[in-house]
């Protein structure tokens, strides 16, 4: 895709447009270094989330209402980076966009529509700790597999719509020249976003969490202190401690994910900022990162995520009945 010109010449995008964008000069090796490292952070991303999806998927005993939220999470995960990681990192390493612009408007409504997704995903799993640990009694007859998997499409599709309606207003402003792919919006438009798409949401998620690790703590010491005592643990007792710490592990998916999604949002209702170009690209791409970094929190959390892998790489044994 890059136009070869000499070294002092200034590059454009689309050399035949008096409108075109200006292309930023990278060396050959620069180039292959940059491709090299975002495919390898593609497939990456798709190869652990697509065994999150087989693992949920394959295992009747893993379909339970939280699996659906992380089964959820991980497509989400997995298409962004199917999808969005590849055409991000053409955008960003050749500084050009080279696709049209109805590929944009879907690019921009996708990569929207999924990374709101992660963030409602995460929402409902907050929930769903918050029924499970502080109102155990209530949980089975009010967190089903059957109305979480309902709720879930119910967000995909508010999504969609939401990132429409953001999009197609602004499609006659999508770039300021010939080759570029991106919405000039108001700061209204962006505080307004903000608002929506992020600090309510976390306001919601920040608020159950506290509350989960406070109920969490309290019971965990309940249950120490009659281990201690030699008194025999109930079943309620230890289903309690099991949720606690799937509460704990969830709560750790949700801490990476706001530390990878704060710079970016503190970016973008700063947009005046002196910081350097290479560091506001890192901060931007920590939010794509983050997608690869929740399926290594489940190996290391969860010994059912650790076993259905062994299961799924050992294809002679997931293909039995049994």
Request: proline letters at 4%.
């Amino acid at each position: 895709m890059a136009y070869e010109k000499e070294h002092h010449e200034t590059q454009y995008c689309f050399p035949a447009k008096n409108t075109s964008c200006i292309k930023t000069k990278r060396s050959t090796h620069e180039y292959n270094i940059m491709y090299v490292f975002f495919s390898l952070l593609s497939v990456w991303t798709v190869f652990l989330n697509l065994l999150v999806i087989i693992s949920i998927s394959h295992f009747k005993k893993l379909h339970t209402p939280t699996n659906m939220l992380i089964l959820s999470l991980a497509v989400a995960d997995l298409l962004i980076g199917l999808i969005v990681m590849p055409l991000e990192a053409i955008r960003f390493i050749e500084t050009c966009w080279y696709f049209g612009d109805t590929i944009c408007r879907l690019f921009l409504i996708i990569t929207g529509l999924l990374l709101n997704t992660s963030l409602s995903n995460l929402v409902l799993i907050a929930v769903d700790r918050y029924v499970a640990v502080c109102h155990p009694l209530l949980y089975p007859q009010k967190i089903t597999t059957t109305r979480t998997i309902f709720t879930i499409c119910v967000f995909w599709f508010c999504f969609s719509v939401y990132n429409i309606l953001i999009v197609v207003p602004t499609s006659q402003k999508t770039y300021r020249c010939y080759g570029g792919c991106g919405i000039i919006a108001t700061f209204a438009l962006i505080f307004t976003d903000v608002f929506l798409s992020f600090l309510f949401p976390c306001t919601i998620i920040i608020t159950l969490y506290l509350r989960i690790f406070y109920v969490a703590y309290q019971q965990v010491k309940v249950i120490n202190s009659l281990m201690r005592s030699g008194k025999h643990l109930t079943e309620g007792s230890v289903r309690r401690k099991s949720e606690s710490k799937a509460a704990l592990t969830l709560g750790i998916i949700v801490t990476v994910y706001l530390f990878c999604w704060i710079p970016y949002y503190s970016l973008s209702l700063t947009p005046n900022t002196s910081m350097t170009s290479a560091i506001a690209y890192f901060i931007f791409w920590m939010v794509y990162i983050n997608s690869g970094l929740n399926p290594l929190i489940y190996a290391i959390f969860y010994p059912w995520f650790r076993t259905s892998v062994k299961h799924i790489l050992n294809l002679s044994k997931i293909f039995k009945p049994a």
